[in-house]
Every structure is written in C-alpha cells, then in structure tokens.
C-alpha cells in the first residue's frame, strides 16, 4: 500500500507510522509530547477540517464493496474522504475497520484517523453477565477482568473506542438500562465504575488490546422519572453531588478518556447543553482532558425539547456547554462551521473540542499506526478463545445471588434424583446473552438445561410449560408476550409430579430489559406466575432460578417457594455457570446491587434513603395513623440492598473502634471477626455502613462506605479491619462544596444493608 504523499513538514513530525505493521509498538507518549503534537496539528487544519473531528457517523454501507449512491450515504462517503467525519461508529472487523480508516486516512488532505466507537458493554462476542449481574458478584478483580476480556475482543475486530461502562445510579427497576449499570449505590458504583475503565483501558491506551472508556450518561440519566426511558430527571443539586456524580469523578480519577452525556434534563436544561455539569464540574473542577461525546442524535433532539429552535441554536448551546462530539445528530456538520466562521462561536472553543479528540487518538496510538487495531491472525485468535470464555464463565459464577434455601433444598444432589426442569427460560440459549450485545451471534449461550445434562448422575426431565414471547425477540424489534396461550402447562404439570425437585427458569427475556425497555409491572411477565403456581399445587420441592435485568417483584414466590437463586443474564457461559451453583461446585457468594421491592407501588425504593419527621412504626400496641407507611404494604424491602446467602453460614462478631472520638482530619480504624459457621468452605462480602446523625443537611439512614469480599475455610475466622477517613466521613451540601461535620456517627457491619451489629464515635471540632 503506498501512501499519499505529504509535503508539509510540520505534519510529517507530528504524525508518522508504517502502513504494514503488524505488532506496533506501544510506547506512551508523554503529555508535553502530545500537546506539542497535537498544537503542531491543528495549526495546519482548516476550519472545516475542525468541525470534521467533532463529527462522529455511525456505519453507512459495506465499506468493502463499492462506493455508496444514495444521497445520505454518498455525502457521508465524501465527507469522509474530505476530512469532515473524526469517528465513526458501528463499523466492527478487520477487513471493514482497515477498509473505512484507509479512506479517511489516505485520500483525505491532512490524513487524520478516525477513531472507531462500538457498544461493547459487557463483552464483544464472547459475553460477560450484564453489568447490573456483574455488580452482585462484588468483586472488583473479576469485573475488571471482564472489562479486560472485553476490551481485548473488541480491538482485535478493530475497534478501538467503547461507549461503556454506565455508571448511571438508578433507585428504579422499572427502567429497563439498570441492566447496564452498577445498581443503586454511589460507592460501590464507583468502585465498579473505576474497575471497568481500568479494565477496559489497562495501563497503556497504545496497547493494541485496549481500547477508550466512555462513561456515560453524563448525569442524571439513571433518575428518568417513573422509570419510563427517555423521560425527564428532576432530582436536587444534594442529590446530584452525593449520589449521581460520584462514579463519573471515580471514572475520571481511574482516567477515562471520555464521557458521554444522555437524553434527560437536569435542573431545566438538557444535560447535553449544560455548562454547570460538562464545563464548571468535569473540564474545570475535575480537569478532564479528554472529550464528551453526545448521545445518538441528542443534540438534535434539544429543538424537540424545545431549548433550541433550529440546528444552529443547538450547535450553539452544546459545543459552548462542552459537547465535543455530535453523535449522528448532523448539527455539528451542518450548522458549527457557520458559527465558528461569523464570530457567534469563539474559534477557541472548537479549538479546545478538537484539540481533546485528537489527544485521545494520539494516546490510542492512531497517529503511530492507523491500523494497529487491524490485524487479522489477532481477531483469529483471541476472539471466542478458550482463555475468554472461562474468564466470564467465573465472571457468571460469581455473580448469582441465593435469595432463599429452606430445608437445604441446595444444592442438589448429584445423584439418583429425579429432576423435573420447566420454564420457557430453561432451553432458551439465546435470552441469557442479555441485552446490549450487538458484536455477539444469537443463539450462542449454553442453556440451563444444556449446563444440567452436562451432569450425568441425575434422570433430568424438561418441559417448556409456556412460552414467554410470542415473536422472534430482537434488540431493535418490540417484543410480544405470551398472556393467554397455557396449552403447555398440562405437560409441565405431569413432569413435576413425580420429581423429587422441579427447577423452574422464569424471568423475563434478555430483550425485556435494556434501552427503551421500562416496564410497569414487574412480576413474572405473562403466564409463568400461573404456571409458577398450578406446578407448585403439585410439587411444592421447587427451585426457583430467575433470569431477569432487573430487580422484580416475586412476593408470592418468596412466601411459598423454597429455595430462590437470581441468576441474572449471564451471558455465553450461563448454563453452565447456573448449574455448577445449583450442584453445589460453586458456592454462591453474591450480594444484591439493587434493592427488590415487594411492590411496584414501593418504587423507587433503596437503602440509603434520608429519615422523615415520622419514620417509624409506633411501639406495639399503640396502633396510630399518622406516621410514614403505606396503608397496604410494608416498608420494607422484599429483599434488601447487599442481601445474599450462601450454602454455608457467617457469624459477625467483636466489632471494635479504634477511637471513640476523632478530629475531622484523623482516620478511625474498625474492625471485626468473622467466622464460617457452616459446613461449606465459602465467601462473604463484608460491608461496613455509616450513619451521620445529625449534620447541616439531612443524612441517609445508612450509607455504605467500605467492604471486603472473604474466603473463609469451614469453621475459619478472620479479623477484618476498615479504615474510615475525611474521604469516607464528608458529604457535599448544595454547592458541591466538601463538607466533614463534627457530630455523632454510628458504624454498622454486617452481611447486608440491614447490618445491625453497631458502634459509635464522635467527631469534634
């Protein structure tokens, strides 16, 4: 392949690499080496060839056959060749990768790599659990290498750019993307928001096998009222500092190297467009260097909202609030060059959105060699390799949850038992794959039933019951739930009725969850809660496996069935994880992210709610109306926050403080003993709560603020200590100022949210 010939020799020192390579190198850069390179660039660019950075498209013909000739797709093409496109999305393989970036690099004026974003959330083609599963595993190292399994099957198709992780807090299971998040706490969500972008970026962007972070949706997005996707957010500014902005500061300070913000508004404005949030918090506060990108078409869809009356009013208000990137919105293209030339935009400001897009293509080593992510004998290799699917086949393990086990119904015995598995969920090797997993193929998870037969002690027997969707399930596609047809159940009650155990697989299908899938009802969707039930009249020995995105509402079953494993979406090795928990060669050890309510009408409902003037129920027997309560339903969760068994037992003990009282700036160190009191080997997430009870602002009830997942042998004990400093003491009131109060605090630890072993100390002025 021969190179254009490039006669300015500015450019030739700022940029140069070897069409061929093959194994590029991987040297870092130094910032001073980058800022001069990328000021030496952008001296040569014309002001249209700017705005082209800032312009992303998504993929828009088979880049490996002919030129298009539609009238969309044919300006697309020259825009490209022009210079005027700086990313492109959707595009994925070598062959397709090299093909686009080969335009854009060798028949534009100045040569400029595209940089290339996909959607890879939680895996490429061999896929992880959703993230919201991935969060109950709790542990850090195994979702970071999940991230990093991701991020390496990624780049080998080419790609180079993800738009994950989401580290949207959501106290609403209604909304369809908590699948896609880190549940509804903001410290746990920033411990999962770092290991992810560290996971996915590991610790040099040059390297050919990682790729750039976006963590989105930059903010608020995950408060969309009444769950209903697309809605508006309405929440307070001590909200916004104290729940929905930590894990995007835990993402920049792990460095991801770019933001994406969503579709909702915040305090009025469209977030797309709202300076306080992407300029006076991220660029200047938290001096981010590397560039927000908007979501798909949402600065457009500002003149919908009606805070802008035309393209240019909304090229005018996103790029001077900080949006550097339009993604397939056409306004950046079609309006900014306008703008930017008759003074109304300052040329400093695209200058800085430009100067941070080409500092990230810089880093990913683009300008070294546009096609280091183009190597065909790597995408042969490590895509689909037996390395990856064990990685996320411990990733699936260690992210179930035992909700329930009476009479030791689990697990299972691995021989001379009659297992009856029902449930339209159970033969299903397509809906595990979860949602969000565009580079993946359909139909390419291990099923349930397929992970249980690969036991061969035990006469297993199937029988669907019911279907759940009534239409081929598609990511793009609404989907139909069967509501009617029972024809099935007759068989499934057959089955049951002479098995020594019935596993039951119900829950809702991958498709069911994820973007543009709220629902209002969360219960077992369609006619399993029926078929749930008539089997249960039958054969009361049921174990109940839940394959869901999101918490549902599973009161009946909780009352009446006897063992309850949440199972998730977890992904290519779910069959085969789920049926090692079941058979007890894996001992669950995962604890809830999200809160499951026993009722819709409890949403949104989570642990770290603040006290009222009447929380409580009076003292018994002094019956009273007037105090916070539903008239119908508890308070309480049907399970709460950090809640999970095990096959085995933990016993909490001797917790200790250090210090009674600290000065704000002192550390306090806590401590406690736990001991495995079962008969199984097995891990415990040990979680450390906090209440602040009286501050200038009112406080949560509790609020997590440290844990540690432990191996404890049979009969072992382990002292664990904590430490508490001003980092984990503080609050933000208001104004986003940083705040350790004197007063009294209490410390909780324990296995869930509702820890109740407790000590107190004080904080003096």
């Known amino acids: 392949m021969k190179l254009k010939s490039i006669t300015t020799p500015i450019f030739i020192a700022a940029i140069s690499f070897t069409a061929h390579a093959q194994t590029p190198s991987s040297m870092k850069l130094s910032e001073e080496e980058i800022t001069t390179k990328v000021d030496s660039l952008l001296s040569l660019m ?34 490209l060749k022009n210079g005027r496109v700086g990313s492109m999305l959707s595009v994925r393989g070598v062959k397709e990768v090299r093909a686009v970036q080969k335009i854009a690099v060798e028949e534009s004026r100045l040569g400029i790599p595209l940089i290339i974003g996909f959607d890879v959330i939680h895996g490429y083609k061999t896929l992880s659990p959703i993230p919201l599963a991935e969060a109950a595993s709790w542990d850090l190292e195994a979702i970071k290498k999940s991230a990093q399994v991701a991020a390496s099957e990624a780049a080998a198709s080419g790609i180079n750019w993800t738009f994950a992780p989401m580290v949207d807090i959501s106290r609403d299971p209604r909304w369809g993307r908590v699948m896609e998040g880190g549940g509804e706490d903001p410290f746990l969500g920033s411990k999962i928001a770092a ?64 933001l994406m913000n969503g579709f909702n508004e915040w305090n009025g404005l469209p977030v797309t467009a709202n300076k306080y949030l992407l300029h006076d918090v991220l660029k200047d506060e938290w001096d981010f260097n590397g560039f927000v990108v908007s979501d798909w078409a949402s600065i457009e869809e500002m003149i919908t909202w009606g805070y ?31 703008l930017v030339a008759n003074g109304t935009i300052d040329e400093e400001v695209l200058d800085d959105a430009v100067r ?106 199937y029988a669907k019951g019911a279907d759940l969707i009534t239409n081929d399930p598609q990511f793009t596609k609404e989907l139909h739930v069967n509501t009617s047809n029972k024809s099935d159940f007759d068989e499934a009650i057959e089955t049951a009725k002479n098995a020594d155990v019935v596993v039951m697989v119900l829950g809702e299908h991958g498709f069911q969850t994820g973007e543009g899938r709220s629902r209002t009802e969360l219960g077992l969707s369609g006619v399993q809660q029926e078929l749930l039930e008539k089997v249960y009249e039958v054969n009361k020995n049921i174990v109940l496996v839940l394959n ?25 090795e779910s069959g085969n994880a789920i049926a090692q928990v079941l058979y007890g060669d894996y001992n669950p050890s995962g604890k809830l992210p999200m809160t499951f309510p026993r009722s819709v009408g409890q949403i949104p409902i989570y642990y ?96 997590l603020k440290g844990f540690e997942l432990v191996t404890l042998e049979k009969g072992e004990s382990k002292t664990i200590q904590f430490t508490l400093t001003e980092k984990e003491l503080g609050f933000y009131d208001a104004e986003g100022n940083y705040k350790v109060e004197p007063g009294e605090f209490s410390v909780f630890v324990g296995g869930s949210s509702e820890a109740d072993l407790k000590k107190e100390f004080t904080i003096k002025e």
């Open 46 to 79: 014309t002001l249209e060839e700017k705005v082209g950075q800032t312009v992303q498209y998504n993929g828009f013909w088979d880049v490996t056959g002919p030129a298009p000739n539609g009238t969309n797709e044919a300006k697309k093409y020259e825009d």
């Open 195 to 258: 290991a992810r972008v560290t996971g996915f970026q590991g610790e040099n962007l040059a390297d050919p096998l990682t790729i750039a972070a976006c963590a989105k949706h930059f903010a608020g997005y995950g408060f969309a009222e009444a769950g209903r996707e697309y809605n508006k957010a309405d929440f307070s500014a001590v909200t916004l500092h104290n729940v929905v902005l930590p894990p995007f500061k835990a993402a920049v300070e792990a460095g991801t190297r770019t």
């Open 308 to 338: 802008a009356k035309d393209k240019k009013e909304a090229a005018l208000r996103a790029m001077t609030a900080g949006t550097d990137m339009d993604m397939e919105g056409y306004v950046y293209n079609e309006a900014l060059e306008e």
């Open 356 to 461: 941070r897009i080409l500092r990230v293509k810089f880093e990913l080593g683009l300008f070294e060699d546009p096609y280091r992510y183009c190597d065909e004998e790597r995408e042969r290799t490590i895509i689909g390799s037996k390395e990856n699917r064990e990685a996320v086949l411990d990733m699936a393990k260690k992210s179930i949850v035992l909700l329930k086990n009476e009479n030791k119904l689990l697990p299972l015995q691995k021989k001379n038992q009659n297992i009856a598995v029902i449930g339209p969920l159970a033969e299903d090797d397509n809906s595990p794959l979860g949602s969000w997993r565009l580079g993946s193929d359909d139909h390419t998870a291990v099923s349930f039933l397929e992970g249980m037969r690969a036991y061969k002690g035990n006469n297993i027997t």
């Open 548 to 572: 869901n995105g999101r918490p549902l509402v599973i009161d009946w079953a909780a009352a009446h069935i006897p063992a309850i494993v949440e199972a998730w979406q977890l992904g290519t």
């Open 608 to 703: 770290n709610k603040r006290n009222t003037g009447r929380p409580v129920d009076p003292a018994p027997g002094q019956e009273q109306v007037f105090w916070s309560k539903y008239i119908d339903e508890e308070n309480s969760p049907l399970y709460p926050f950090g809640f999970g068994l095990s096959y085995t037992t933990f016993e909490y003990a001797d917790l200790k403080l250090n210090k009674e009282s600290i000065k704000s700036s002192d550390e306090i160190k806590v401590s406690v003993t736990v001991t495995n009191t079962g008969n199984y080997d097995g891990k415990e997430v040990v979680q450390l709560y906090i209440h602040d009870k009286y501050a200038s602002i009112i406080r949560p009830i509790k609020e």
